[in-house]
């Protein structure tokens, strides 16, 4: 029998004609649409060479159309590896270089820059898809059959590749098997209620495990519907709100809609859940939402390796500025950070985690994947925390400098290389200071040679095009000289504590 998650997908939904997604256009698509479209894209992705295990890299705008190529890509027994649609040229040749797919989607847009990029790299087939349903791999998807039978897939073999940021070096790739989906997604089936029933409002992108394997996967293994929204607008969200019973998103969502006129307690008072994550969620927007609408948004914690690992519980006490409790078969210990040794409760410390959720490992890198799991085989978040004593995991920082900006991962050695790189630098230091709005902004504090003319304009210009968007620093500071602790190395905290304020006002 296999374990493929498409398989299990299709045993869970009794009735095909069910509406499953529903586009921000008016467009419709039942779960027999979506079975049949990603039949039709499996049998295209054969056509085109496509082996159990083999990478598709796919880099396109949100559309339903989108998420159904992952459906086919996991029916094929193929690897989905999602890419950031802010990512450069640049760094989408790293990608393409590291995973070596058989086959690149992109936007009909990027085809004419990015073809001649993947040829270089040996990747097959370079096709495109557009966000109303067009595009040449549709083409292809058209002249195939809807008929596929799924490829049998055991439990442990790849579903997808995420590429997740660090704080040192290039990003490295998770590596997420059909059970690492398949298991975390049937617990948050259940332990955040979801029916059929449910009507989700998604306004994530579906390049990032939150839009992609939370939302999404939750909805597929229910029959649940989805309204599809292409992207989070304030307004579009209030006039579709009344619709749906459930949405999910990142901080800055719940920050957008608190500055809405429109948002009122008769708004959302058949909402049944909010869930936020991706980035942390301040204690006064979480309060400041419960005393606007009354309801209390579910915090829970996750990264790109483990899915989720935590939650705040459905029925019981949501506390603010906690993750919750680890969700049922993930086992949570708090360890020192230098021996692994378990810490008693309240003691600040590494989070380690374990269950059939934590991931293979990072693609091609075994030394790496060897450092950050324990003998036992816990694996070391990289974020420091602490249980209460009533079991409430806490987040207070992370053991390494990574920044979450707007729910995205940005590790500051890439940009401060950038900019290391630009004339009259001496050196640069990247941290992420508190934001209302973006949970986390990045911000460059950097040390020019004597006499050289740059400034915080010339930085951003000259970064523009070389980084995503989202990595740019929101400031850029100039100073005489970094602090250092005495074995030279540069101390990030103190820069934190000096911005602290920054984006308060």
């Known amino acids: 029998m296999s374990d493929s998650l498409y398989t299990l997908i299709r045993s869970r939904i009794a009735d ?12 419709n698509f039942s779960y027999g649409d979506a079975f049949a479209l ?3 894209f499996a049998n295209a992705l054969q056509a085109m060479g496509v082996q159990p295990g083999d990478r598709v890299a796919v880099q396109v705008d949100k559309s339903a159309e989108a998420l159904i190529l992952y459906l086919g890509v996991i029916a094929a027994g193929g690897v989905y590896l999602p890419l950031n649609v802010g990512y450069t040229l640049t760094e989408l040749e790293y990608f393409i270089g590291d995973a070596e797919p058989r086959v690149v989607v992109c936007r009909p847009s990027a085809v004419a820059a990015l073809a001649p990029v993947a040829g270089k790299l040996g990747v097959a087939h370079c096709v495109t898809l557009g966000d109303k349903g067009d595009g040449t791999l549709m083409d292809k998807a058209a002249a195939a059959s809807p008929d596929f039978t799924a490829v049998p897939r055991a439990a442990s073999d790849l579903a997808a590749i995420l590429y997740t940021s660090g704080t040192t070096g290039r990003s490295k790739g998770a590596m997420l098997s059909h059970s690492n989906l398949a298991s975390n997604a049937l617990t948050l089936v259940d332990y955040w209620r979801f029916t059929k029933d449910d009507v ?12 992609l394997f939370v939302a999404s996967n939750i909805v597929l293994l229910t029959g649940a519907k989805m309204i599809f929204l292409n992207r989070f607008d304030a307004d579009e969200v209030i006039r579709q709100l009344p619709r ?23 708004l959302v008072k058949h909402i049944r859940l909010f869930v936020s994550g991706s980035a942390p969620l301040l204690a006064d927007t979480h309060k400041e939402w419960e005393a606007r609408t ?6 829970r914690y996750g990264m790109t390796e483990t899915n989720m690992n935590t939650s705040n ?16 078969g993930v086992s949570l210990r708090i360890a020192d950070p230098e021996t692994g040794k378990p810490l008693p409760q309240g003691e600040i410390g590494m989070i380690e985690v374990k269950g059939p959720n934590v991931f293979q490992g990072y693609w091609r890198m075994p030394e790496k994947t060897a450092a950050e799991f324990r003998a036992d085989g816990f694996f070391i978040t990289g974020d420091l925390g602490k249980i209460d004593d009533r079991g409430y995991v806490h987040i207070v920082g992370r053991g390494k400098d990574l920044i979450i900006s707007g729910g995205y991962n940005v590790y500051p050695k890439e940009i401060e290389t950038e900019i290391d790189a630009l004339p009259g630098v001496v050196e640069s230091a990247v941290i992420g200071v508190a934001h209302r709005d973006f949970g986390e902004g990045v911000t460059a504090v950097v040390v020019t040679s004597k006499g050289a003319a740059l400034d915080e304009a010339g930085v951003l210009k000259a970064l523009d095009g070389r980084l995503a968007k989202f990595k740019l ?7 005489d000289d970094l602090p250092r602790n005495t074995m030279g190395k540069v101390q990030k905290n103190l820069l934190r504590d000096q911005y602290r304020d920054l984006y308060k006002a």
Do not use: C, N, S, W
Request: proline share 10%.
């Open 200 to 211: 989700l409002l998604h306004a994530l992108p579906i390049f990032h495990t939150h839009g």
């Open 313 to 328: 519980p459905y029925d019981a006490e949501r506390i603010a500025g906690t993750v919750g409790f680890p969700l049922p």
């Open 473 to 479: 620093p929101k400031r850029v500071f100039f100073v």
């Open 38 to 40: 990603a039949g039709r």
């Open 16 to 27: 095909p004609a069910r509406p499953f997604i529903e586009t921000g256009d008016g467009r």
């Open 294 to 299: 009354g309801h209390r948004i579910l915090e």
């Open 244 to 266: 749906a019973t459930a949405m999910m998103g990142v901080p800055t969502f719940y920050v957008r809609l608190l500055q809405h006129a429109g948002l009122t307690k008769e």
